[in-house]
């Protein structure tokens, strides 16, 4: 099932992605090895998928790297990771990544964290943000055509917000997988509206000319209610600047 999954995956995601946000994909095969001798010998069928290797390392990795022990989050060394502005950029444009694929080519990767999103470096010494690791991922072709995302059907429909994607914030917040990740000033138990995270969601992708504008569902959406005042002050301050950008 998972090489199923990462081979359709892969199969499904057009060459202008690969080698970009993702790595090359060269093709999939099963073979037969052979193992054992005489009365002993077998036949088993082995799965391979050949990608580009990319010369970097995990988020994860990273993180790893800035533990000064297991016990976690007070022995991580953050001066022991690169700049908070960088990892915002790499966060940020690994959600734009992994949107992108589920938006244009139809596959959800499934399994958004820091142990799937790897950082090489361009020739240009900026940062190539590559995700990897597609055996949860669903590829909408071979669903049901009617779920299939609308950036497969009109190329010309532009993805959702990220800010709409990851409203409130919770994915960025103290206790998500990013925990290692993100600002260590976003690191507060009492920051249950994420007030953070918000603030970042909103500044990096409010009125940005590549995403849709934001819902009349996500404005109405009840639920913003009950998740404090930073919540609602967003939701406010964004529905204020929509007709503006969008006057433009
Ligand atoms: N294309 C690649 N280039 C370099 N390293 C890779 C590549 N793909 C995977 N890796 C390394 O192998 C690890 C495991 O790969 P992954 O696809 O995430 O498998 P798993 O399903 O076991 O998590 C990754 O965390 C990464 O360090
Ligand atoms: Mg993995």
Not at 59 to 79: E, G, H, T, V, Y
Not at 160 to 172: L, M
Not at 194 to 216: I, T
């Amino acid at each position: 099932m998972d090489y199923g999954r990462e081979a359709a995956a892969y199969q499904a995601i057009p060459l202008r992605f690969q080698g970009d946000i993702v790595p090359r994909y060269f093709g999939s095969w099963t073979f037969s090895l052979q193992s054992g001798r005489g009365a002993s010998a077998r036949k088993r069928p082995v799965r391979m998928i050949l990608l580009e290797l990319i010369h970097g390392e995990t988020i994860l990795d990273k993180i790893a790297r800035a533990m000064r022990s297991a016990k976690w989050p007070d022995s991580l060394d953050f001066s022991a990771l690169p700049p908070e502005k960088e990892r915002l950029e790499i966060l940020g444009r690994a959600v734009e990544a992994e949107l992108a694929l589920s938006w244009y080519a139809g596959v959800v990767h499934n399994d958004f964290a820091p142990r799937n999103i790897m950082v090489a470096r361009n020739a240009d010494d900026r940062p190539r943000v590559v995700l990897i690791d597609f055996n949860l991922a669903r590829v909408a072709r071979y669903m049901n055509p009617a779920r299939q995302p609308p950036g497969t059907r009109d190329p010309t429909a532009l993805p959702i917000s990220p800010i709409e994607r990851h409203w409130p914030g919770y994915d960025f917040t103290s206790r998500c997988e990013f925990a290692g990740w993100i600002p260590m000033s976003w690191h507060d138990n009492n920051d249950v509206s994420n007030a953070r995270a918000l603030e970042w969601l909103v500044a990096r992708w409010k009125g940005s000319p590549k995403y849709q504008p934001l819902s009349d569902e996500f404005f109405e959406d009840e639920t913003n209610e009950v998740l404090g005042e930073n919540v609602q002050r967003y939701v406010a301050l964004l529905k204020a600047e929509q007709a503006q950008y969008h006057k433009k």
